[in-house]
C-alpha cells in the first residue's frame, strides 16, 4: 500500500517537475523553426561607406605610424644606452 | 607617495613573492652573437608576434563566429558588417595568418642556408618543422571556416590529395572530411583542429622548440665556427629585446596598413549541390604543391600520376624533417650541394606560385 502512495507521489512530482520543461523545450523548437532564413549576401567586399569613415581610417594610419616612430625614436636612444652601459660592463660591476 | 613609490613597492612586493630578479640575471647573461647574418635572428621572435596576434584577433573573432553549415558565412558577413571593427579584426587575422606562414618559411630556409640545424641543434630543426607542418595546418582549416564557394571547393580538392597516397590514403581523407564528401561535418571537424587541437600542438612544440633554443644557445655561421673567430656579442636582456621590439613595431605597422587597406572579402554561403567554380584555388602558400600536382601527367606507365606526384612529396618532406641528419657534414662537398638544394627548392617554388597564378 505504503510502495503505491510513494509510487502514485513521484508520478505526480514527475509531472509537476518535468512536464512543463517538455513543453517549454517544444515551444523553443517550435519558434527556432519559426525563423525567417536570413536573406543570402551576395560578395562582401569590406570598405569605407562615406567620406567620415575613410577619413577616420587615415587618421587612424596615420596616429599608428606616428606612435610607431616615437616610439622607434625612443627605443634607438634606449640601444644606445644599454650598449654603453654593456661596454663599460656596468652590470658585471654591478653584480660583484 | 610619489608614482615612483608606488611602482618601487609593488616592484618589491612581486620580487619577494615571485623572485623576477633571478630571470633578469638569466636573460642578461644569455647573449647573441653579432654578425653579417644576425638579422635572421630576428625572424624566430617575428612569427611569435604574428602567433600573439592571430591568438587574440582568433579570441575576438570565436566569440560571433558559428560553425555550422547554416550559420557559418552568415555568422562571418555578421562580423563583417554588423559588429564594430569586425571586418579589421577579421582581416588582421586573416593578414597575420599570411605573415606568419611567410615568415615561418623565411626562418626555415634561413637556418637551411646557413646550415644552423648542424650538431647538436637536430631536434631544433626537427621540432620547428612540426611546427611548420601546424601553422599550414592552421593556414588550412582556418580557409573553409568562411564556407563559401571558393573555400569549399578548395577544400574539397585539398582533402582528396591524400587519396592518392598508398594503402592510408583513402581513410587519411575519410578522417578529414568526417564522412565521404566535404560537409557541414567536414566544417565542425576543422573548426575543432583549428581552434583545439591545433593550438594544444602548436603551445607543447612552441615550448620543446623554446627551451631546446635556450639550451643551445644561438647557432653561428658555418664559416665564422670554421675560423674560430671571436664574435661580438650582446646580452639578450635588454639589447637585443630593444632592438627586436623595433622590428615588431615596424611589422605591426605594415600588418595594419595591408588589413585596412586589403581586407579579405567573402562569397556568398557555399552550395553543397553546386558545380565547382571556376579557378580553384589554394591559399598562396600552397600553390606550389598545387602546380606541381596539376603538371602532371593523368598516368605514368601503369600508375596515376596524382599517386606519384604525392609520393614524391612525401619523399621531399621526409628529407626537410631529416636534413640535419642527411647534412651531417655541412662543410664537405655533400655540405654544399644541399645548400645548393635550398637555392633550387627557392626557386622552384616561387617559379610554380608564380605560374600558377598565371
Redesign the interface.
Known sequence: MKKSIIGFLLCILFCAFFLPLFTLAQEVQKQQVEIPQ?E????????PQDIKESTG?FV??GW??LV?FI??YI??L??KE??RL?QIKY?SSK?D | MTIKDLVSGWRTWLEARSDLSSIEQFLRKKTVPQHKHSIWYYTGSAILLFFTIQVITGFMLVFYYKPTLEEANQSVAQIMTEIPLGWIIRSVHTWSAFFMIAIVFIHLLSIWITKAYRKPRELTWMSGVFLLFVTLGFGFTGYLLPWDDLSLSATKVGTDIPRSIPVVGAWVTKFLRGGDDVTGDTLTRFFGFHVCILPVLIFVLLAVHVYLIQKHGMSLPLPVELRKEKVKEIPFWPNFVYREMIVWLILVGVLFTVAIFLPPSLDKAADLMAPAPEGIKPEWYFLFLFQLLKIFPAHVLFISGDTIAVILILLGVIFFFFLPLIDNKPARVKGKVIAVIAYVFIVFAVAMTVWSLH
Do not use: G, N
Not at chain 1, 551576395?42 to 570598405?47: C, L, R, V
Open positions: 536570413q543570402e549576401h551576395e560578395k562582401i567586399i569590406p570598405s581610417i587612424f594610419i599608428i605610424w610607431i616610439l622607434i627605443l634607438r634606449k640601444i644599454v650598449d654593456y652590470f653584480e
